[in-house]
């Protein structure tokens, strides 16, 4: 392709995912997983192989770049943390993007507050709360239209709501965080302990749809901490909706109904539960919300204005 495009990279935990737009048409959309963790620059450098690749396939540099980022980069664009990726902290992010991309115009922002961007706009609504499901817990919060805190005020980390006091201990060295309970490994996790053996993705949905009793109570216990947490957001800031999507969510779709029923447990008088829906997006939220940012970057507007 000769003309400019606009690139979106959604950084994983486990696979780093790059969607092309020309226009407002989808170019191309690829994914590659990551090697096994060693260092960051391995994975930088296994990163850059990927992108070689896509801008050899396509023709021409990008016009800009967006990048959804699971960890805390700080004000000098440098990763502070990374629970999943350890090795990550202290990475220049800015420096090593702009070796990538010398040509485009590049800026980053927390992967959840991406995603609940592209599922509010997706879902025409302006007061919306995301959760991401996945290898963590992410998720963002829309008010009147704009992130909540704001991109440059630092992220919502609804993955780091604390819903389980003497819960499991989360990778961010906290104790009952609700990615320690409710994210994809941490429900496998809680199956595995329910069986008496290993369990694999593939394993937990063949035994949903047989309804066994160890794979309903382990989706179960990771609904419970979702309504729990989305119920502690409804009582402090009033969203319209709640919209559950993720890589681990998209593929269990009983998890959002469960959800809901606890939701309507957890209800007090005088209150009506919040309305809950899977993501438009489905595991794609955050890699729309990349590409967006993109494209507002590039028409000279600042990412406060996403």
Known sequence: MGAPYHLGIDVGGTKVAFRVEDGAACVEETSFRWGPRHSVDEDLAQLARHVAQLRQRLGTPPEAVGVAMPGTVGPDGRVAAWPSRPEWTGCDLGTSLRALFPEAAIAWADDGDLGALAEARAAGCDDLLYIGVGTGVGGGLVLGGAPCPGLGRGSFEIGHLVVALDGPRCVCGRQGCLQAVASGPATLRRAALLRGADVTFDDLREALSGEEPWATEAVDG????????????????????VLI???????????????????????????????SAPAKLGGLSSLRGAVSLARLN?????TEDC
């Not at 901490?225 to 009033?238: D, F, P």
């Not at 269990?252 to 029923?261: F, M």
């Not at 590039?298 to 600042?302: A, P, Q």
């Open 222 to 241: 990771t609904a419970r901490a979702l309504a729990a947490a989305v119920t502690g957001v409804q009582e402090l800031v009033h969203p319209e909706r």
């Open 245 to 275: 999507g993720g890589g681990f969510a998209a593929g269990i779709p009983e998890l959002v109904r469960r959800v809901a029923e606890h939701l309507a447990g957890l209800a007090r008088p005088g209150q009506s539960p919040l309305p």
């Open 298 to 302: 590039v028409s000279g507007k600042s």
